[in-house]
């Protein structure tokens, strides 16, 4: 005869559902962070060249070599449209927020699990904490940018080669 699976208390139930969400926070923030990373590097290739390309545009209109700077200007007139139509410095800085939100949303989690839910709350104040834990992922996973496929694998692996992980913790 088998031994029945004993049947997991509220507060244990509520760790896993916590850890679950600091799983997701750690995965998410991370796929924030490496999109903010690619969307600063657009901001930089597209606006650095856009200044050095207008200076010497403007160089070539005062040397008499119109056509020179008419060709330079379209360039510029491009990588500037390029740059107004993505916004790629309001994406990064969005997708940054996001990160900063779920890395909080994360140490938080954490220390509630770790901290409050064993020494100071009851199973109702337990399942409170929860709830409002869960309501802030919610509202963070509807109100976030999407990040790209290749911006999560590269959050994934990274946390799987420990980036993640305090020290602490190894």
């Avoid at 796929?31 to 650095?48: K, V």
């Avoid at 990588?79 to 993505?86: G, K, N, P």
Wanted: aromatic share 8%.
């Amino acid at each position: 005869m088998s031994n029945p699976t004993p049947v997991p208390t509220p507060k244990d139930a509520i760790r896993l559902e916590l850890e679950r969400i600091e799983e997701d926070c750690i995965h998410s923030g991370k796929s924030h962070f490496n999109a903010h990373e690619r969307w600063s590097r657009f901001h930089y290739w597209l606006g650095i060249p856009s200044v050095i390309l207008s200076s010497i545009a403007g160089l070539a209109f005062f040397k008499d070599y119109p056509e020179i700077g008419g060709a330079i200007a379209s360039v510029v007139a491009v990588l500037t449209a390029l740059s107004t139509f993505l916004k790629p410095f309001e994406r990064a800085a969005s997708h940054k927020s996001s990160g900063d939100q779920y890395l909080s949303l994360r140490n938080d989690a954490r220390v509630f699990r770790q901290i409050r839910l064993e020494n100071v709350c009851d199973d109702q104040s337990a399942i409170d904490g929860l709830d409002e834990f869960t309501k802030r992922r919610n509202e963070l996973n509807q109100a976030s940018p999407q990040f790209s496929t290749k911006d999560f694998k590269v959050a994934r692996d990274g946390i799987d080669a420990g980036e993640s992980t305090h020290a602490v913790d190894k």
